[in-house]
Structures are given as C-alpha cells and as structure tokens.
C-alpha cells in the first residue's frame, strides 16, 4: 500500500498536491503583538479605532507573507502611530482563537518620538505595566505581565 501511494504521490502534478493539502489540514491566520518597552519600564498601549469590546491593546496586526514577527511588529507599530522601535526577539507565542496564532515580540522604544496616529487609533499612552487600561484584552495584559518579568509568554489564553 504504501508503494501505490508514494507512486500516485510522486505522479501528481504539484499544482494538485498543493490544492490537496491546502483542502485536507486546517488553516488559521498568524499575528504579531509587539510589547515595546521605554527606558523606564513602562509599556506603549493604543486605543483602537475598529476594536469594540477592548479598544485598548499592544500594537499588532497580521503577519504579510514572508515577513517575519519581528518585520510585522516594526511594521505595525509604524503603520498605526509612525514610531520607530527596535526588537529584541521573539518571547513567546498563544492561541486567541482556535484558528489564530499571535506571535509577542519584546523591544524597546524612545517615548520621546511624536507619534503620528492612523486612521486605526485614537491615542497612545506609555504606562506602567501593572496599571494597564480596564479595556485591554486579559491575554495581552498577562503577555505583558510576563514579558516583563522575563518570563515567556507561550499560553493559550483566550479573550
């Protein structure tokens, strides 16, 4: 049996395979949050246009194609309030959803730069990470928490 199936395998075209695959395993979305961190320890939080139920929240947003998490993070973050940040890597990962992955990355940031908001936020705040806004989602507040007592942040939290 398993002769026939490597010879069917290895006769199918790949275009065919792909599809195949793509219709047999699950499928789920990939984001990033970036817990950027000032000098002093406190932590970068925006309140969001488009999220309701807790419009504050890290900066993130979905992976693009062959972006990395920390590409994604800097990415976002200059995006939605146009700061500049770097990243130290990757802390962690969790499940928000059954289908969908969020990546933490941890990096620092100069508070004095002048943000410059999107069309998705309304206002940013540094504060301090055992003061986070009531309207914040539990796992980001928890990846914080974490993050900052260098601990990893991999969970399955859901919000």
Known sequence: MKKLLS????????????????????????????????????????????????????????????????????????????????????IGSYFIRPHHLEVAVKGTIDPAQPPRLSHEIFELAYVDPESLPGAMPADQKEMVRRAVRGLPTIATLET
């Open 7 to 90: 010879f069917v395998y290895r006769c199918t075209p790949i275009w065919v395979t792909r599809i195949l695959l793509r219709c047999l395993n699950p499928t789920f979305s990939i984001g990033v949050a970036g817990i950027f961190l000032t000098p002093e320890g406190k932590v970068l939080v925006q309140r969001h246009v488009y999220r309701h139920q807790y419009p504050w929240g890290l900066p993130s947003g979905f992976l693009e194609t062959g972006e990395t998490p920390e590409e994604g993070a800097l990415r976002e973050l200059e995006e939605e309030v146009g700061l500049k940040a770097t990243v130290e890597g990757i």
